[in-house]
């Protein structure tokens, strides 16, 4: 049974850092693309990041480039997503998703079969 569990949100003020990690079972990362999401209150999920390995394919989105970086463990079967110099306009539920074989040259919530159940992300001071 595919299982994706993220763990790491909280309240940080702006400026701050915050990693994100999301452990999968079910299957390994091996030829999986892992996609970050968020949702903020009001608005549509959208994409943060694409990683697929072992081709170490990374794709972020504009909002985010320079600032998300993310980290596979393959022994331990987990996905990070460290998130450095946040502002309030990160603030949502944050969201990891799974698809075998997805090539990550665009990332849409259509695109990934298995989700996560989300950690919210507060940046306020």
């Known amino acids: 049974q595919v299982q994706l569990v993220e763990s790491g949100g909280g309240l940080v003020q702006p400026g701050g850092s915050l990693r994100l990690s999301c452990v999968v079972s079910g299957f390994t990362l091996d030829y999986h693309a892992i996609g970050w999401f968020r949702q903020a209150p009001g608005k549509e999920r959208e994409g943060v990041s694409c990683m697929r390995s072992p081709s170490d394919i990374e794709v972020y989105a504009d909002s985010v480039k320079g600032r998300f970086t993310t980290l596979s463990d393959h022994n331990k079967n987990t996905v990070y997503l460290q998130m450095e110099n946040l502002k309030p306009e990160d603030t949502a539920v944050y969201y990891c998703?799974?698809?075998?074989?997805?090539?990550?040259?665009?990332?849409?919530?259509?695109?990934?079969?298995?989700w996560g159940q989300g950690t919210q992300v507060t940046v306020a001071s």
């Open positions: 998703a799974a698809e075998k074989f997805f090539h990550c040259s665009q990332f849409r919530v259509s695109d990934f079969s298995y």
